[in-house]
C-alpha cells in the first residue's frame, strides 16, 4: 500500500489497513500477553498479512494460536506452518485434549464436535496461556449483530461476552484496562467487508489456502451439498462413490461440514467476479454447517450486507 | 414505482454489467474509493430507517433469496402496502431487541464507484447523547433528518448541537418526505430559512441542504424530476465529493503520536505511529515532546520499502538521524510548530456513565497515547442539549454535558480539540470499575498551568523529618459510622505521644467544623471532602508529623488518591472493620437510628456504600479484639518499621 503523490487522499483500502495496524500496536503496547487467533481462512491470512506490516522489521510481538478440531483440509495445515514460518511467528496448536480422548468427529457427534474441539478449545488454550488480549479475523458485515460489536470487545474471567455492558468506543481511543483474569478480544478487521478482503489479497499478493481456487477434487454429493473427500477419514455411505468435479470454496471450516462449490474461478479476479454475481446467498453450502469460525464468515445470512 | 426509482436500477445494472464483462476494470476502479464516514441522526418517524435501507439497497447487489424474502416481509409486516419497505432491511434489529441486544451504535457498510461508506447508526432514544457522541466521534460527515411536515423540532436542534459539538464540518440537512408535502418548494424553504437561523445561533458555519424522499428515492441516487427548483446535488453525489477529514489533515502541521518503540535488534530504533496530521518526508527537522529535543527523520519503513513521504491517516514508522529520547506517549511533531505542554485546560465533558460524575475524584485519561491521571472540578455549567440553555450543574450525571476545568497529574502534549482530535479527544475511566465513564474535548489550557512553578525550598521533608527523628506517616482509619475509628485512633496518639513522637489526630470534630463545614454528604461531597483531608495529611507528613485521620472514607479511589500522593510506605491504611450489624447495635451517636428512620440522607451502610478495602495494610476486626489491643498492634506497626529504617 504505497502511497506515492502529494496531497491525493488514501484509498480506503490504505485507510483500512492503516486503522488495522493502529488496533494491532495499542495491543501490542497495552497488553501483557497477547495473541493472535489464525483459523488459516481468507481472513486471518489478511490479519496475520497487515500484523507483519505493522511491526515490519521486527516480527509481529505475539504468537499465532490455532484452536485446531484436527478435521481440517491437509491443505490447511501446510499453509498454517508455512505462514507461520515466513511471518517468523511462533505457532501454538491447541487440541482439546478431552475431545480427543473421547474421539469427538464431526460424523458421530454433530454440534458436540464444534462446542468441543472450538468452543471449549479456546478456553482451555487462552487460560492455558493466560493470554489478556486475542485478535480476531471478524468483521462487522457478517451478520447484523456483529454490526455493533466493539473493535475492543471485553470478556469476563469466565470468557463471557455482556453485550448489554459494552464500552463506548470513541475516535481512536480504545480503554484496554481491565480486572485480573478478564481478557479482550480484538477484532482489527471489523470494518472491513468481504469485498475489502478479497481485494486486499489482491493487491498485496496474500497467500492464501489452494482451495479457495477452482481445481479438480474428488467430492461426494450429500443432502444438496458437495463434500471433498479430502482424507482416509472419510466415512462413505452406501453407494458412495468419490467423483471428481471442478470445485472451490468460499469458507473453510472441518472438511466433511464444509461444502463445495461447483466453479472454474481459478484467478483471484474470477473468485470475485463470482461471488459479486452470486445471485442465491451462501447458504448453498452450509446446510450443516455447525462450525464456529466458518458460520463467522458467513455473508449476507441475514442482511444482505 | 415512479420515475426515480427507474434511474435507480439502472445504476445497480451498470454496476452489474462492469463486473460481468470487465472484472479487471471494475477492480481497478474500486482499487482507488476513498472512504467516507458518516452519521445519520434521526428518530424512526424521520425516515432514517428507510434511508439508510435505502443506500444500501441502491448501492450493493442484493441476492434474489434475500430480496424475494424483503418483499414478501414488506408486504406482511411493513407499512409500505405493496411496496418495498426499506426500513425493514434497517430494523431487522427488531429481532435483536427481544434477544436483549444493547441497541447503540450500529455499524453498516456500503459503496458506490467512487467511495465507500461506513455508516454509524444510533437507532437508541434513551442513550441518545451517548450513542450519538460516540457514532458521530469518527464521522466526517452528519445527515440531520428532517420530516418535511413536521419542520423543526427539539430533536432537530438537538442533533445539530451534538454534531456541532464534536466538531463535524459538514452538515446535511435533508428535508425529508417531500413526497408528502407535494415536492412543494415552499415547504422546503421555509424549514431550510428556519434552520439557517438556528444553525447561525449555535455556530455553525454551513450546512447542506437537500430535499429528498428515502421513500420514493427522490435526490438520493440522482437528481429527481419532482424537485426541478433545487439545482444541488443528490444526497450520494454530495457523500461522494465531500472531503474526508484525514485528507483535510494533511495540510496541518506534523503531530505523529507515538505507540510503539520498534527495536527488533541495536542498530534499529523505529517509533510507530499513525500520523494525525500533516506530512512527512525524509530530512525533515522534528520536534519529539515533551522533551523538546529537536531530530531529523532518517527513513520512513514500511515492509513494502522505504517511503519518500507518508500523509496525515498513514500508519507508519519513523527512524531519525539522531539518537534522542522517545517513547509511547511522546508526539513527534514538525520542529518549527509543535504542540502545547500543560497540565490544567478548559474542556467540554459528555459523561455516558450510569455513576455520576465525582469532582475531584481521580480518573484515568487516554488522550493520544497518552495515559494519565486526572481530576474534574465541578462544571462551570451544564448544557441542555434540547435548548442549549447553560445551567449550573455540581455535577454530571449519564448523558450530561458540561463544561469543567481538568487538571492532570504530570503535563500532557495537546492541541484544541477543534484544531486536532486526536491531540484533543480523550476518554476518561474510571480506576476501579476500569468503565469507560466520558469522552471529552480538550478546548485550550488555562494560562496559570503554564505559571504555577514549584518553590524549591532549603528545609525539605527529608529535614523535617529528621529533625522530629521519626518516619513521617498518614495512618488512615476507614471503616463504618460507629466502628471505632476514633476510639482507637485516640489510644495509638496517646502512646505515640507517650513515645515522645510528634502526631496530630485529623476527624470529623476538627476538619468538617472548620475546614470542610461547607460541604455535606453527598457521594460528591464526600469526595472532596476526602480530597482535602488528603491534601492536608499530606502537607503534615512533609512537615515530618505522624498523621491520624478518622473518616469513614467510603470509596477506594478517593483512598487510592491519598495513597498516591504520598511516597511508598508512607500511607498506612487501617480497615477498622465492625460488621454493620454490631455497629448499627451500638450507634453510640444515635446515628443509624435517624439513618433508619429516613431522618438522615447518604447514610454510609444504609442508603450509601461502603467500598470494602481490597489491599489495607493492616485489618483490625473490632469483634475480636479490644481498642488496647488494636492501639498497640498499630503502634507496633507505626513506630516498628521506623526504627529497622533509620
Not at chain 1, 179 to 188: D, T
Not at chain 1, 189 to 204: A, F, G, R
Amino acid at each position: 500500500m504505497q502511497h506515492s503523490a502529494t496531497a491525493t487522499p488514501l484509498t480506503h483500502l490504505q485507510r483500512l489497513e492503516s486503522e488495522a495496524i493502529h488496533i494491532m500496536r495499542e495491543v501490542a503496547a497495552e497488553a501483557e500477553n497477547p495473541v493472535m487467533l489464525y483459523s488459516v481462512g481468507k481472513d486471518s491470512a489478511v490479519m496475520l498479512h497487515v500484523a507483519k506490516k505493522a511491526f515490519f522489521p521486527s516480527p509481529p510481538p505475539f504468537p499465532l494460536l490455532h484452536v485446531d478440531t484436527t478435521w481440517k483440509f491437509q491443505e490447511m495445515y501446510r499453509m498454517r506452518e508455512k505462514a507461520a514460518k515466513d511471518a517468523g511467528m511462533e505457532l501454538l496448536i491447541h487440541q482439546n485434549p478431552e475431545a480427543k480422548e473421547r474421539g469427538i468427529n464431526p460424523f458421530d457427534h454433530g454440534a458436540v464436535h464444534t462446542d468441543m474441539w472450538k468452543t471449549q478449545g479456546l478456553k482451555q488454550a487462552l487460560d492455558h496461556y493466560g493470554f489478556d488480549a486475542a485478535f480476531g479475523g471478524a468483521r462487522r458485515d457478517e451478520e447484523k449483530s456483529r454490526a455493533k460489536e466493539r473493535i475492543f470487545s471485553f470478556r469476563s474471567a469466565n470468557h463471557r461476552w455482556d453485550p448489554k455492558n459494552q464500552r463506548p468506543e470513541l475516535w481512536k481511543l480504545y480503554n484496554t484496562q481491565k480486572a485480573k483474569g478478564e481478557s479482550i478480544r480484538v477484532f482489527p478487521l471489523s470494518n472491513w467487508t468481504e469485498l475489502d478482503i478479497w481485494q486486499y489479497i489482491h493487491l498485496e499478493n496474500i497467500d492464501i489456502v489452494p482451495l479457495y481456487f477452482s481445481a479438480p477434487r474428488p467430492t461426494v454429493e450429500r443432502d444438496g451439498m458437495l463434500l471433498m473427500v479430502d482424507d482416509e477419514r472419510f466415512r462413505f455411505e452406501e453407494g458412495e462413490e468419490p467423483v471428481e468435479r471442478s470445485i472451490r470454496f468460499r469458507t473453510l471450516g472441518c472438511y466433511p461440514l464444509t461444502g463445495a462449490v461447483e466453479s472454474e474461478a481459478t484467478t483471484l479476479p474470477q473468485i470475485i467476479q463470482e461471488m459479486l454475481l452470486t445471485t442465491t446467498s451462501e447458504r448453498q453450502g452450509r446446510a450443516i454447517d455447525h462450525d464456529q469460525a466458518a458460520s463467522m464468515e458467513k455473508k449476507k445470512q441475514e442482511g444482505y450486507f | 414505482m415512479d420515475s426515480s426509482e427507474n434511474i435507480d436500477s439502472e445504476t445497480i445494472y451498470k454496476t452489474d454489467a462492469l463486473i460481468a464483462e470487465d472484472i479487471d476494470a471494475y477492480l481497478e476502479a474500486h482499487q482507488h474509493k476513498t472512504m467516507l464516514h458518516f452519521i445519520t441522526c434521526g428518530s424512526v418517524d424521520d425516515g432514517k430507517s428507510t434511508l439508510i435501507g435505502r443506500l444500501l439497497y441502491d448501492s450493493k447487489m442484493i441476492f434474489e433469496d434475500q430480496l424475494a424474502t424483503l418483499e414478501a416481509d414488506s408486504k406482511k409486516v411493513g407499512t409500505q402496502g405493496q411496496e418495498i419497505d426499506f426500513a425493514l432491511l434497517v430494523d431487522g434489529l427488531a429481532a435483536e431487541r427481544e434477544q436483549g441486544i444493547t441497541i447503540d451504535v450500529a455499524y453498516r457498510f456500503f459503496a458506490t464507484e467512487k467511495r465507500k461508506f461506513i455508516v454509524a447508526d444510533t437507532p437508541g432514544h434513551e442513550q441518545y447523547t451517548r450513542n450519538m457522541v460516540t457514532g458521530a466521534s469518527t464521522a466526517d460527515l452528519a445527515i440531520i433528518l428532517i420530516d418535511a411536515r413536521q419542520g423543526i423540532l427539539t430533536q432537530t436542534r438537538r442533533h445539530s448541537y451534538l454534531a456541532h459539538l464534536i466538531g463535524i464540518k459538514h452538515l446535511v440537512v435533508a428535508v425529508n418526505k417531500m413526497d408528502l408535502v407535494d415536492y412543494d418548494q415552499t415547504v422546503y424553504d421555509q424549514i431550510i430559512a428556519d434552520y439557517a437561523a438556528f444553525a447561525e445561533e449555535i455556530g455553525i458555519e454551513a450546512f447542506t441542504p437537500i430535499p429528498i424522499s428515502g421513500l420514493a428515492g427522490d435526490n438520493i441516487t440522482s437528481k429527481s424530476t419532482h424537485t426541478p427548483w433545487y439545482d444541488g446535488p443528490a444526497l450520494v453525489e454530495h457523500l461522494e465529493n465531500v472531503e474526508v477529514m484525514a485528507t483535510a489533515n494533511q495540510a496541518k502541521p506534523l503531530r505523529m503520536t507515538v505507540q510503539w518503540v520498534n527495536r527488533p535488534n541495536l542498530d534499529f530504533r523505529g517509533f510507530s505511529g499513525q500520523i494525525a496530521s500533516g506530512t512527512v518526508r525524509p530530512g525533515d527537522e522534528v520536534r519529539v515532546l515533551p522533551s523538546g529535543k529537536t531530530s531529523t527523520v532518517k527513513r520512513i519503513v514500511t515492509m513494502d520499502g522505504d517511503l519518500d513521504e507518508a500523509v496525515a491517516g498513514q500508519s507508519v514508522t519513523l527512524t531519525l538521524a539522531e539518537e534522542i529520547d522517545c517513547s509511547r506517549g511522546d508526539v513527534i511533531a514538525a520542529a518549527d510548530a509543535p504542540p502545547q505542554v500543560a497540565d490544567q485546560f478548559e474542556s467540554t465533558i459528555v459523561w455516558m456513565d450510569e455513576a455520576e460524575l465525582l469532582p475531584g475524584r481521580s480518573y484515568w485519561m487516554k488522550i493520544g497515547t497518552q495515559f494519565v491521571s486526572v481530576t474534574i472540578q465541578s462544571p462551570k455549567y451544564q448544557v441542555n442539549v434540547n435548548n442549549m440553555e447553560q445551567l449550573a450543574a455540581k455535577t454530571l450525571e449519564l448523558n450530561g454535558i458540561g463544561v469543567a476545568e481538568i487538571a492532570t497529574d504530570r503535563p500532557i502534549i495537546f492541541e484544541p480539540y477543534e484544531d486536532n482530535r486526536d491531540l484533543g479527544g480523550f476518554i476518561l475511566i474510571d480506576k476501579i470499575s476500569n468503565a469507560t465513564v466520558a469522552a471529552g474535548m480538550l478546548h485550550f489550557c488555562l494560562r496559570r498551568s503554564q505559571n504555577i512553578h514549584w518553590q524549591d525550598v532549603d528545609i525539605d521533608r527529608a529535614a523535617h523529618a529528621l529533625q522530629k527523628r521519626q518516619q513521617p506517616r498518614v495512618v488512615w482509619f476507614t471503616g463504618l459510622s460507629g466502628s471505632g475509628k476514633s476510639t482507637i485512633a485516640n489510644m495509638v496518639e496517646k502512646r505515640l505521644h507517650a513515645l515522645g513522637k510528634h502526631s496530630f489526630l485529623l476527624d470529623g470534630d476538627n476538619v468538617r467544623h472548620g475546614l470542610n463545614k461547607d460541604l455535606g454528604f453527598t457521594d460528591a461531597d464526600r469526595v472532596e471532602n476526602i480530597r482535602r483531608i488528603g491534601e492536608v495529611a499530606k502537607l503534615m507528613a512533609d512537615a515530618g508529623l505522624i498523621v491520624l485521620t478518622a473518616f469513614i472514607s467510603p470509596f477506594r479511589a478517593e483512598r487510592q488518591l491519598v495513597r498516591s500522593m504520598l511516597p511508598e510506605d508512607e500511607f498506612i491504611e487501617i480497615f477498622v472493620d465492625t460488621p454493620l450489624a454490631v455497629a448499627e447495635e451500638r450507634d453510640v451517636k444515635g446515628l443509624y437510628k435517624k439513618a433508619r428512620a429516613g431522618e438522615l440522607k447518604n447514610f454510609t451502610g444504609i442508603d450509601s456504600d461502603y467500598e470494602t478495602p481490597e489491599n489495607a495494610e493492616m485489618r483490625i476486626d473490632t469483634t475480636k479484639m479490644s481498642p488496647e489491643e488494636a492501639a498497640e498492634i498499630i503502634v507496633d506497626k507505626i513506630v516498628g518499621s521506623w526504627s529497622y529504617t533509620i
